[in-house]
């Protein structure tokens, strides 16, 4: 038997690794990807605890989640093609047309 | 006795310069409207108010009671209670009978010197809101509704006075006055306070003042009456702020007898009057005001012996019979005082009347050189003008030398006899200056004289009214040693602190002496001018010419004065110390917004990396907050 802890762990090791893919690549793509990680990662969690304790709604939360993720995954990539056709790149870092503070 | 009455003698005007203002709204935006009814309504109300005062005056003579009227509880502020209310008693009829008289003749006047004007309508709304406000400062029951009359007074004056407002003199003469009442307003306010404050009664009516009186401190007193007398200085231009009366020509002719007979300059005379109870008390006050009154009298007689503007030189007259009254009320004989008021109405109002047709007759010519060299025939104006002339120099039988000999001989009994000796020394130079105009401008030889007769029934009917007064009006006070009844003395007899008594030959002797006086100058006057060459006009220059400088010396002195100052304040206070101090707060509020702003720098992955740390501190705060 696995314990609640491992999967907790792994839940969080997820979302840790989304969270670290977000802040420190400057792909679009896989910025997109790290945050689905992080979806993922929670998602992992309610099901765990949904499990952990005979509750199914949690179970029905996380079907609702994924439903929801396939729809946000249709838009972002989409704008992702817009962004790319404006700027021709991926990089972050060109995106900072509403900038307030020095341009760099 | 409450009456309804009482209130209409000042809605009569007032309703009057609000259809007046009306239908000048309406005049201007939509359609014409004929002079006649500017003229009905404007000359309509002071009647009605002048018949009602008539109708009181004469339930007073019968049953010898006092109007009161009570509308309402105006202001209620913890002990304070002040009453809209109104009290006719002996004075406010008195003085309202002559005002709204000589208001009404004026006004009528006024159709014909203004006539073709286009701001006629304007005009008789002014006319009428100046007469109202006056009968409000008459009838008050107390010092704060005598102060709405006094301000509106000085509102319509200003308003007046710089009627032709596309002149900048007249402007400027306006706002002279305007600026000038202020100070005295200012002082009469701050007497009304410490009057409250010394009385410590609970509401402002004269006679709960008066009943309350003994309760003040007799330096509070002394402050409150001289403070309220730098009010009636003000009003009534005496030194030293005299300096807008001469300047207020600049309005039309129907103004100037209006201030000067009826309302406005008067006031103050009346106000004093009305204190008697306050000014009988403190006796140095009384001195002061006569010592005033007697300066200011004499300062203006010799500054009008040397004038060339008609206008001015009956102004400096004003100046200098206000005067007299001031040493009348001055030293106690009220009722001598106002009943000069009352005489002076009659013949000042009429010499405005007559110059004002005068210089209508010569397309606006004031310089009585000038007005003699293009003499025009004007019987009426001619007869009457003497009339006002001979009256204001105290030649008997005219009205003019009841009054003045009445003060003259009040001086003289207290035992001031500089009072006395200026008096009569300025009834020697008022006899002299009031002649010098006359003889310069109808008897002085000229070489062409219009045979044009320029009258309008309008200006004549006034003139001839009150030369009836001018000329009967001293038999109201005829001296009780020509077999007289003294009926004006025994009207206002509860004012007076002080009557004359004196022996019948003391009495004969000054009154002797008084025309004398008034006959020398008279004499001089022919001597120097009967023959004089008009075609060379004195000369403008020299002290006394130039007024002696005084508008030069307050220039200097105040104007320039406030002028440095508040150039002071607007280039160094204002823009270098209280703009300095908020810039510098706001250019650092700036500088810092901008290097907060960096931060918003628009790279997604910098605002996801600030998030975290964020939300790292909040989950350790709660970590550490809740012990989980």
New interface residues.
């Given amino acids: 038997m696995i314990s609640l802890s491992s999967y907790a762990f792994v839940s969080m090791m997820l979302f840790s690794i989304g969270v670290i893919g977000v802040i420190a690549r400057k792909n679009i793509f896989v910025i997109y990807m790290s945050i689905e990680l992080m979806l993922n990662g929670i998602t992992l969690f309610l099901v765990t605890f949904a499990r952990y304790h005979f509750n199914l709604d949690a179970q029905v939360m996380t079907v609702l989640i994924i439903a929801i993720a396939a729809a946000e995954a249709a838009i972002f990539l989409s704008v992702i093609i817009l962004l790319f056709r404006s700027k021709k790149s991926l990089d972050t870092d060109v995106f900072t047309t509403l900038t307030q503070g020095e341009k760099s | 006795m409450n009456t309804p009455l009482l209130v209409w003698i000042i809605l009569a005007p007032l309703l009057g310069a609000i259809l007046n203002a009306g239908f000048y709204f309406y005049h201007i935006k939509k359609q014409k409207i004929s002079d006649k009814i500017f003229s009905i309504i404007g000359t309509g109300t002071p009647l009605i108010a002048f018949l009602i005062t008539l109708y009181l005056f004469l339930q007073m003579k019968e049953e010898g009671i006092i109007f009161t009227q009570n509308l309402f509880t105006w202001i209620s502020i913890g002990d304070l209670t002040i009453q809209m209310s109104f009290l006719g008693d002996n004075l406010a009829i008195f003085m309202s009978m002559f005002v709204t008289f000589v208001g009404w003749l004026i006004h009528i006047y006024a159709i014909g010197y203004m006539k073709g004007d286009d701001a006629f309508g304007k005009f008789f709304a002014y006319f009428n809101l100046f007469l109202a406000s006056m009968l409000i400062l008459v009838l008050a029951d107390n010092p704060v509704i005598l102060f709405i009359g006094w301000e509106g007074v000085g509102v319509c004056s200003y308003l007046l006075i710089a009627f032709y407002y596309g002149d900048k003199e007249n402007v400027i003469a306006g706002n002279k006055a305007f600026i000038a009442n202020r100070v005295g307003d200012f002082g009469f306010l701050l007497g009304v306070v410490t009057l409250f404050f010394a009385v410590g009664a609970d509401s402002l009516s004269f006679s709960t003042i008066e009943a309350n009186i003994s309760n003040a401190s007799s330096e509070l007193l002394i402050l409150s009456g001289f403070l309220l007398f730098v009010g009636a200085m003000g009003k009534s231009a005496q030194i030293p702020l005299y300096v807008w009366l001469p300047d207020a020509m600049a309005g039309p002719t129907p103004i100037s007898a209006l201030i000067h007979a009826a309302t406005m300059v008067t006031a103050g005379v009346y106000m004093v009057a009305r204190f008697h109870f306050l000014y009988s008390g403190i006796e140095n006050i009384g001195l002061f005001i006569a010592y005033i009154g007697a300066f200011s009298a004499l300062f203006a007689a010799i500054i009008a012996t040397k004038q060339q503007d008609i206008k001015k030189i009956l102004a400096y007259s004003t100046m200098s019979q206000l005067g007299y009254m001031f040493i009348a009320v001055g030293l106690g004989f009220y009722s001598s005082g106002l009943f000069h008021v009352f005489t002076h109405a009659f013949f000042k109002a009429m010499l405005f009347m007559g110059a004002g047709g005068i210089i209508i007759a010569l397309h606006h010519e004031q310089n009585i050189f000038k007005i003699a060299q293009h003499r025009a025939q004007l019987p009426i104006i001619h007869f009457t003008f003497l009339v006002g002339v001979i009256a204001i120099s105290g030649i008997p039988p005219f009205s003019g030398f009841f009054s003045k000999d009445a003060i003259l001989a009040a001086a003289f009994q207290e035992g001031e006899y500089l009072l006395w000796g200026i008096g009569m020394f300025t009834a020697f130079l008022t006899a002299f200056y009031m002649f010098r105009l006359y003889f310069i401008i109808f008897v002085a030889p000229t070489k062409n004289v219009s045979q044009h007769i320029y009258t309008s029934k309008t200006i004549t009917f006034p003139l001839l009214v009150l030369s009836i007064g001018a000329i009967t009006a001293g038999f109201l006070n005829y001296p009780a040693i020509f077999g007289g009844e003294t009926m004006v003395d025994a009207w206002l007899v509860q004012l007076n602190s002080n009557v004359i008594h004196m022996s019948h030959s003391t009495e004969y002797i000054l009154m002797a002496a008084s025309i004398i006086v008034a006959v020398a100058g008279i004499f001089v006057a022919y001597k120097k001018y009967a023959k004089f060459d008009i075609y060379k006009p004195e000369s403008e220059k020299g002290i006394i010419a130039n007024k002696f400088f005084v508008d030069e010396f307050y220039d200097k002195i105040f104007v320039q004065a406030s002028k440095k100052l508040s150039t002071f304040i607007d280039k160094v206070v204002d823009e270098k110390i209280i703009d300095g101090f908020i810039m510098t707060v706001c250019n650092e509020f700036v500088s810092f917004g901008k290097k907060v702003?960096?931060?918003?720098?628009?790279?997604?992955?910098f605002y996801?990396?600030f998030m975290?740390v964020g939300m790292s501190c909040i989950f350790v705060y709660l970590y550490i907050l809740l012990g989980l």
């Fill in positions: 702003a960096t931060i918003q720098n628009a790279n997604v992955r996801a990396g975290l």
